[in-house]
């Protein structure tokens, strides 16, 4: 047992240091685990749920487990330290290997949780024990979860502002796991006089583990290269964390692919008929009512490409492309592959980029209204994104709109995702759309779902202009027709309306691309 009379010479508020840093660590693997588990399997609320309800169980496991250690406290609390250093510093390199070559990865993943959380469980109860003898209990109690609830707000707030933006899922793992092991290291001084001898081996050991950690910061960069190759089929080219999404793009013999958070976006190879078939329609749609679109809309779509097509029309005048990532639009300017592919369109004097969430973006007052909308968002496959499909957004939008403006929206695949694409397509008609459904073929996606809406009369799509048809590698006159008769395997089913209280979309969207979903580098849902 301790004694109390050398325990009173240490100094205790460094131990409730101790315990801010501790609970911090503690949080940041959880959402560490929770947010690497959205970006590889999808489904966030589900990957969320399912970790934080295995970490506060594996806490209640390891705080029921402290009251059989009876001797030796300040000896285990250190040990501990070490143990979670390693473990949840090296955790999300490991997982990222991890779901590239483990077939089980829900039982490394959930197992990885477990141990993380029944070590944590541990520490506070160890670390009151050690205290409790010198410390006022209520004033123990008090100030020890005081410090453990500062340091959940720490890491809560910090670790999407600071943490992953700045340093990523790896070099923020490591970090951490690194204090770790300086709250341990440290501990063998700092707990010296309730410590038994000999010191050196518990020493020598978070020695180790904090070089071991160290070097594997600096290598972090190599060891996020190598774990994300794992998870996809072809080279990485390019990798960047931003405030919003992980941005990869990947390079094979066919050419290079835009990947956020592990979506495939688009594939070089055919994107031209994603684009086309989302941007053609609608000004043959325009042309059919004698009208002709001059101020045109882009929300989402910041890889430039949607603007690429918009630019071939020579009678539009202003194109504004809303899209919440300065790191995707800089990297359609900046990265030369994409920049190619695009034609530069970011940088043509027509088009204006605005960084902004176009949900808020919309609540603004907009002079004058704009002839003609694309909505390229990314697949609902979380409230984020779904608040993006609902009647709320698409009532905003109608408030921006010219009378007889047409909007063109990507809808999901309404072969894999059926009730996702007509959920909003009734969904667009309960704003008060008229909607015009159609699909194309994109080998890389499948058969893919858009629709035409408008206020007004929606008049079919006529001919193509015919400077623009003949610039068109996918889309002519024919195919144009054919794009708007809907196969029976794809046609109307019965669905909610999406609605900002009920976020229908994002539940039916999960459970379609759930049986499809894979690896990143083969994943069919998409953009």
């Known amino acids: 047992m301790h004694d109390p009379g050398k325990m009173n010479r240490a100094p205790t508020f460094l131990l409730?240091?101790?315990?801010?840093?501790?609970?911090?660590?503690?949080?940041?693997?959880?959402?560490l685990a929770g947010t690497l588990a959205s970006y590889v399997l999808g489904d966030s609320v589900t990957q969320f749920s399912l970790v934080i309800g295995v970490y506060l169980s594996a806490l209640g496991i390891g705080a029921w487990r402290s009251r059989f250690i009876v001797d030796k406290l300040a000896r285990v609390f250190l040990e501990v330290e070490l143990g979670l250093a390693l473990v949840g510093g090296l955790s999300a390199p490991l997982l990222f290997w991890g779901f590239g070559h483990v077939g089980a990865f829900h039982l490394l993943l959930f197992g990885t949780v477990l141990v993380i959380g029944i070590m944590v469980g541990l520490e506070l109860p160890l670390l009151m024990r050690i205290l409790q003898e010198h410390v006022d209990f209520k004033d123990l109690v008090s100030r020890v979860l005081a410090f453990d609830y500062l340091g959940a707000l720490l890491a809560s707030v910090?670790?999407?502002v600071l943490f992953i933006p700045k340093l990523g899922l790896v070099r923020t793992s490591l970090t951490f796991g690194i204090l770790n092991a300086l709250v341990g290291l440290w501990g063998t001084w700092l707990l010296a006089p309730i410590l038994r001898p000999p010191l050196p081996g518990l020493r020598i050991r978070g020695g180790a583990a904090l070089a071991l950690l160290l070097i594997a910061w600096w290598q972090a960069d190599r060891l996020t290269r190598l774990a994300e190759e794992s998870l996809f089929s072809s080279p990485i080219v390019y990798a960047r964390t931003s405030p919003f999404q992980r941005i990869v793009?990947?390079?094979?013999?066919?050419?290079?692919?835009?990947?956020?958070?592990?979506?495939?976006?688009?594939?070089a190879i055919d994107e031209y008929r994603y684009h086309e078939a989302l941007v053609h329609p609608l000004f043959a749609s325009a042309a059919s009512a004698g009208r002709t679109p001059r101020r045109v809309?882009?929300?989402g779509g910041g890889d430039g490409q949607a603007v690429r097509e918009?630019?071939?029309?020579?009678?539009?005048e202003a194109v504004t492309l809303v899209d919440i990532d300065p790191a995707m639009t800089g990297v359609a300017r900046d990265f030369p592959p994409l920049a190619a592919l695009n034609r530069d369109a970011l940088e043509d004097p027509r088009v204006r980029v605005v960084n902004a969430d176009a949900y808020v973006w919309l609540e603004r007052p907009v002079e004058p209204p704009f002839d003609a909308v694309f909505i390229d968002f990314p697949d609902p496959n979380n409230f984020a994104l779904g608040k993006l499909y609902t009647t709320g957004f698409f009532r905003r939008l109608r408030q921006c709109l010219a009378?007889?403006?047409?909007?063109?929206?990507?809808g999901t695949s309404p072969f894999v995702a059926r009730r996702s694409f007509w959920c909003i397509v009734r969904t667009m008609e309960a704003a008060g759309f008229q909607v015009a459904p159609y699909h194309a073929a994109v080998p890389s996606f499948g058969v893919w779902g858009y629709a035409l809406a408008s206020v007004e009369r929606l008049p079919a799509p006529g001919p193509l202009a015919p400077p623009v048809a003949s610039q068109l590698r996918y889309l002519s006159d024919a195919t144009l027709r054919e794009l708007f008769s809907l196969p029976p395997d794809i046609g109307p089913v019965p669905v909610e309306i999406n609605r900002?209280?009920?976020?229908?979309?994002v539940r039916y969207y999960e459970e379609e691309s759930r049986p499809w979903n894979c690896t990143a580098a083969t994943r069919p849902l998409a953009p």
Do not use: K, M, W
């Not at 793009?249 to 594939?267: C, D, E, K, P, Y």
């Open 158 to 160: 910090l670790f999407p």
């Open 310 to 316: 918009i630019l071939r029309h020579g009678a539009v």
């Open 297 to 299: 809309l882009v929300l």
């Open 16 to 31: 409730y240091i101790n315990v801010l840093v501790v609970a911090t660590c503690g949080l940041v693997y959880e959402l």
């Open 403 to 410: 009378a007889e403006a047409t909007v063109a929206i990507q």
């Open 249 to 267: 793009v990947t390079r094979n013999s066919l050419g290079f692919q835009l990947f956020l958070n592990g979506n495939l976006q688009f594939n």
């Open 500 to 505: 900002l209280d009920n976020q229908a979309l």
